[in-house]
């Protein structure tokens, strides 16, 4: 059974900065895409980024510019870089791990973290 572990959550001010890490406890190269949701309160969780094994990577809209998605297979380690947080930021950010891209477009992920919350204060 693959295990998805996030850490790296936590308070920031606006303007500020986190890195979320993902360690999976199998070969993260097995996967052919890892990606990063959020689900904030009231709200739909909804794909931030994801990385296929090759590198290409996608984001929404939203954090275009200001996050960065980045895995380290020798670590099996996905990590999301988060810079200029917002408020609107604020979530659980859930990692993630699939066996294809629609799958990860969809929600439909294969495996699924337990989230960390990231609180972002105006």
């Known amino acids: 059974q693959v295990q998805l572990v996030e850490s790296g959550g936590g308070l920031v001010q606006a303007g500020g900065s986190l890195k979320l890490s993902c360690r999976t406890s199998?070969?993260?190269?097995?996967?052919?895409?890892m990606g990063w949701y959020r689900q904030a309160p009231g709200k739909q969780r909804e794909l931030v980024a994801s990385i296929s094994r090759g590198g290409s990577t996608n984001y929404a809209d939203s954090v275009k510019g200001r996050f960065a998605i980045s895995r380290d297979n020798a670590k099996n380690t996905v990590y999301l870089q988060m810079n200029s947080l917002k408020p609107e930021d604020t979530a659980v950010y859930y990692c993630a791990a699939a066996s294809s891209f629609f799958k990860i477009c969809t929600g439909r992920s294969d495996y699924w973290g337990q989230g960390t919350q990231v609180t972002v204060s105006s």
């Open positions: 199998g070969n993260m190269f097995t996967f052919r895409t």
